[in-house]
Protein backbone atom coordinates (compact mmCIF):
# COMPACT_ATOMS: atom_id res chain seq x y z
CA UNK A 1 0.00 0.00 0.00
CA UNK A 2 1.42 3.62 -0.96
CA UNK A 3 2.32 5.63 1.92
CA UNK A 4 2.27 9.39 2.07
CA UNK A 5 3.71 11.83 4.68
CA UNK A 6 2.85 15.43 4.90
CA UNK A 7 4.98 18.31 6.43
CA UNK A 8 5.52 21.96 6.37
CA UNK A 9 2.30 22.85 7.96
CA UNK A 10 2.30 25.96 10.85
CA UNK A 11 0.78 28.65 11.99
CA UNK A 12 1.15 32.10 9.64
CA UNK A 13 0.06 35.54 9.46
CA UNK A 14 -2.25 36.27 6.51
CA UNK A 15 0.16 37.16 3.74
CA UNK A 16 2.60 34.68 4.43
CA UNK A 17 4.00 31.61 2.24
CA UNK A 18 4.36 28.22 3.18
CA UNK A 19 5.72 25.24 1.73
CA UNK A 20 4.13 21.61 1.80
CA UNK A 21 5.97 18.71 1.12
CA UNK A 22 4.23 15.24 0.45
CA UNK A 23 6.44 12.04 0.61
CA UNK A 24 6.01 9.03 -0.44
CA UNK A 25 8.69 5.56 -0.38
CA UNK A 26 6.64 4.32 -3.59
CA UNK A 27 9.18 3.78 -6.07
CA UNK A 28 6.54 3.80 -8.94
CA UNK A 29 5.56 7.03 -7.45
CA UNK A 30 6.78 9.23 -10.58
CA UNK A 31 3.32 7.28 -12.60
CA UNK A 32 0.76 8.52 -10.24
CA UNK A 33 -1.23 11.62 -10.08
CA UNK A 34 -0.87 13.19 -7.25
CA UNK A 35 -3.20 15.71 -5.44
CA UNK A 36 -3.40 18.21 -2.14
CA UNK A 37 -6.72 18.44 -0.61
CA UNK A 38 -7.91 20.90 2.05
CA UNK A 39 -10.07 20.00 4.95
CA UNK A 40 -12.27 22.89 6.75
CA UNK A 41 -13.98 22.44 10.47
CA UNK A 42 -16.89 20.97 9.07
CA UNK A 43 -14.53 18.38 7.82
CA UNK A 44 -15.44 18.98 4.41
CA UNK A 45 -12.19 18.11 2.09
CA UNK A 46 -11.63 19.89 -1.32
CA UNK A 47 -8.99 19.20 -4.26
CA UNK A 48 -6.75 22.59 -4.27
CA UNK A 49 -4.39 21.76 -6.64
CA UNK A 50 -3.20 18.12 -8.70
CA UNK A 51 -0.37 17.21 -10.78
CA UNK A 52 -0.02 14.43 -12.86
CA UNK A 53 3.04 11.84 -13.14
CA UNK A 54 4.91 13.66 -15.86
CA UNK A 55 4.16 17.05 -14.48
CA UNK A 56 2.24 17.65 -17.91
CA UNK A 57 -1.21 18.25 -16.22
CA UNK A 58 -1.62 20.45 -13.65
CA UNK A 59 -4.65 21.75 -12.02
CA UNK A 60 -5.70 24.69 -9.44
CA UNK A 61 -8.95 25.58 -7.72
CA UNK A 62 -10.58 28.48 -8.61
CA UNK A 63 -9.68 29.79 -4.91
CA UNK A 64 -6.09 29.56 -5.06
CA UNK A 65 -5.40 29.69 -8.91
CA UNK A 66 -2.44 32.45 -8.91
CA UNK A 67 -1.66 31.96 -5.20
CA UNK A 68 -0.58 28.31 -4.88
CA UNK A 69 1.80 26.59 -7.40
CA UNK A 70 1.92 22.50 -7.25
CA UNK A 71 5.16 20.99 -8.19
CA UNK A 72 6.72 17.38 -8.64
CA UNK A 73 10.66 16.14 -7.99
CA UNK A 74 10.19 12.40 -9.20
CA UNK A 75 13.79 11.59 -8.31
CA UNK A 76 12.95 12.43 -4.22
CA UNK A 77 9.31 11.02 -4.24
CA UNK A 78 8.11 14.28 -3.75
CA UNK A 79 5.49 17.02 -4.35
CA UNK A 80 5.15 19.92 -3.59
CA UNK A 81 2.68 22.46 -2.63
CA UNK A 82 4.34 26.38 -2.43
CA UNK A 83 1.44 28.29 -0.76
CA UNK A 84 1.70 32.50 -1.17
CA UNK A 85 -0.81 35.48 0.02
CA UNK A 86 -2.00 33.13 2.56
CA UNK A 87 -5.58 34.30 3.90
CA UNK A 88 -7.59 33.12 6.37
CA UNK A 89 -9.93 30.89 4.44
CA UNK A 90 -6.88 28.85 3.26
CA UNK A 91 -6.93 27.35 7.03
CA UNK A 92 -7.22 23.91 6.96
CA UNK A 93 -5.32 20.30 7.33
CA UNK A 94 -3.97 19.50 4.10
CA UNK A 95 -3.58 16.33 3.10
CA UNK A 96 -1.68 14.63 0.05
CA UNK A 97 -3.07 11.84 -2.06
CA UNK A 98 -3.24 9.39 -4.89
CA UNK A 99 -5.20 7.50 -6.81
CA UNK A 100 -5.56 3.78 -7.11
CA UNK A 101 -4.62 3.20 -11.09
CA UNK A 102 -1.85 5.01 -12.19
CA UNK A 103 -3.87 5.99 -15.36
CA UNK A 104 -6.84 8.36 -13.16
CA UNK A 105 -5.62 11.78 -13.98
CA UNK A 106 -6.77 15.03 -12.21
CA UNK A 107 -10.21 14.99 -13.76
CA UNK A 108 -10.54 11.61 -11.32
CA UNK A 109 -9.23 13.25 -8.52
CA UNK A 110 -11.28 16.31 -8.85
CA UNK A 111 -14.46 14.22 -9.13
CA UNK A 112 -14.23 11.25 -7.12
CA UNK A 113 -11.14 11.74 -4.78
CA UNK A 114 -8.13 9.64 -3.84
CA UNK A 115 -7.43 6.21 -2.50
CA UNK A 116 -4.04 6.65 -0.65
CA UNK A 117 -4.09 9.51 1.77
CA UNK A 118 -1.44 10.83 4.14
CA UNK A 119 -1.97 11.96 7.63
CA UNK A 120 -2.03 15.44 6.66
CA UNK A 121 -0.58 18.65 7.94
CA UNK A 122 -2.09 21.40 9.94
CA UNK A 123 -2.18 25.25 7.95
CA UNK A 124 -3.71 27.91 10.45
CA UNK A 125 -3.54 31.45 8.70
CA UNK A 126 -4.50 33.97 11.40
CA UNK A 127 -5.73 37.84 10.33
Known amino acids: EVEFVESGGGLVQAGASLRLSCRTSDFTFNRYTVAWYREDDGLHRDMVAC????????TYAQSVEGRFTISRENTENTVYLQMNSLSPEDTGTYYCGAPYSEDSGCYYAMAFGVDYWGVGTLVTVSS
Open 51 to 58: IEGKGDNI
